[in-house]
């Protein structure tokens, strides 16, 4: 069975910082590109990053960019998302996501992270 599970979300203060991590069985992550969403109450689900398979290349969103790490271990089938100076608009549900071209993407059940004082 083809699985991501995410966890390491949780409630932490303005400026401290959290590791998620996206554990895959079914496939080998490094096979694929990986991506981190999130979503907020009320907003649409937003791509904040991305670890391509070659080359391990990353891209970020604008609004986490010199903030937030994407990484994998490849010996561990596991992507990370380091997220360093949180700030309370990070506060979302965040998903690992393995995109597939003809099988349907992969996706996560999402792991709350909340920013607050």
């Known amino acids: 069975q083809v699985q991501l599970v995410e966890s390491g979300g949780g409630l932490v203060q303005p400026g401290g910082s959290l590791r998620l991590s996206c554990a895959a069985s079914?496939?080998?992550?490094?096979?694929?590109?990986m991506n981190w969403y999130r979503q907020a109450p009320g907003k649409e689900r937003e791509l904040v990053a991305t670890?391509?398979?070659?080359?391990?290349?990353?891209n970020y969103a604008d609004s986490v960019k010199g903030r937030f790490t994407i990484s994998r271990d490849n010996a561990k089938n596991t992507g990370y998302l380091q997220m360093n100076s949180l700030k309370p608009e990070d506060t979302a549900v965040y998903y690992c996501?393995?995109?597939?071209?003809?099988?349907?993407?992969?996706w996560g059940q999402g792991t709350q992270v909340t920013v607050s004082s």
């Open positions: 996501n393995v995109p597939r071209t003809i099988l349907p993407d992969i």
């Open positions: 079914g496939l080998t992550i490094n096979r694929y590109a």
């Open positions: 670890i391509t398979t070659i080359g391990g290349s990353t």
